[in-house]
């Protein structure tokens, strides 16, 4: 059995004082797409900064069997990629220069990238086929295309280990699809490990091969998207009202509208 490429024992994070990840213990599989769920506030945005070494913690984040806190910045950086919910695309620059930014963990200090890293970069371009966007400025993009180079820089870093926040929430649903379709394609070709905090519960239940659920802080649930949406624990953690549905083997989750008020409309 292979080691886990992420391991979190007892992960505890405190912000200004106040506790906003409490004692989370899992192990994550190489390959596996995790995605971490829950209600607002419930921490998911602060477990992804903890992993990708953003903001202090108590307890022990594992990666590959070596402990976060013995990595520098720039090993760590060659293990785990970030792409955040809003990420900065300077307008001016072009998608190839961008891109070549997911080499800067491997360019020394005052060096120039070598032939090896353009090469890197060029593979990624490939790999989104954004080979013809090269020369194009990130602020002549569309929404689709700016996520595709986003996900582009996250993959010249070469990292085995891509944390996402939200990464479709400022898509519509047919970049939504092709985001996340691409992603899954990408975890399978490049052997890649995804954790997302994602909010979309059903854009979850499609895709993910296991689900955290938080609350407060705290892991509540942690199973298949078939175990851990369940009606009622869905309605108590998230203070909603849903119906869970299963289609073509994968989960759905639908709000339910409470009944209508009995003021006399009939």
Not at 42 to 49: I, V
Not at 80 to 90: C, E, G, L, R, S
Not at 156 to 162: F, M, T
Not at 205 to 225: C, E, F, K, T
Request: charged fraction near 25%.
């Amino acid at each position: 059995m292979s080691s886990p490429a992420l391991a979190l024992e007892g992960v505890s994070v405190r912000l200004g004082g106040k506790p906003v990840v409490e004692e989370i213990t899992v192990d994550v599989a190489p390959g596996e797409w995790t995605v971490v769920i829950g209600p607002n506030g419930a921490g998911k945005t602060t477990l992804l900064r903890a992993l990708a070494g953003l903001v202090s913690h108590d307890g022990a984040i594992r990666l590959h069997g070596r402990r976060l806190s013995d990595l520098h910045r720039r090993e760590l950086a060659r293990l785990v990629a970030v792409v955040p919910q809003d990420p900065a695309t300077p307008p001016w620059l072009t998608v190839a220069e961008y891109v070549l930014l997911g080499r800067t963990p491997y360019i020394g200090f005052l060096a120039q990238e070598s032939h090896g890293d353009v090469a890197a970069a060029t593979r990624a371009l490939e790999r989104l086929d954004l080979l013809s966007y090269a020369d194009r400025q990130l602020g002549t993009l569309s929404g689709g295309e700016k996520q595709r180079a986003v996900v582009a820089r996250a993959l010249a870093q070469e990292a085995s280990v891509i944390l996402l926040d939200e990464p479709t929430s400022a898509l519509d649903i047919g970049h939504q699809q092709q985001a996340l379709e691409l992603l899954d394609w990408l975890r399978g070709e490049a052997g890649l490990t995804l954790v997302a905090a994602m909010h979309d519960l059903t854009v979850a239940g499609q895709y993910a091969d296991r689900v955290l659920l938080l609350d407060a802080g705290r892991l509540v649930a942690d199973g298949s998207p078939a175990d851990v949406f369940t009606e009622e624990r869905l309605s108590r953690h998230y203070q909603a009202s849903v119906e869970v549905v299963e289609l073509d083997g994968r989960i759905a989750v639908v709000p339910r509208r409470a009944p209508a008020a009995q003021d006399g409309r009939n």
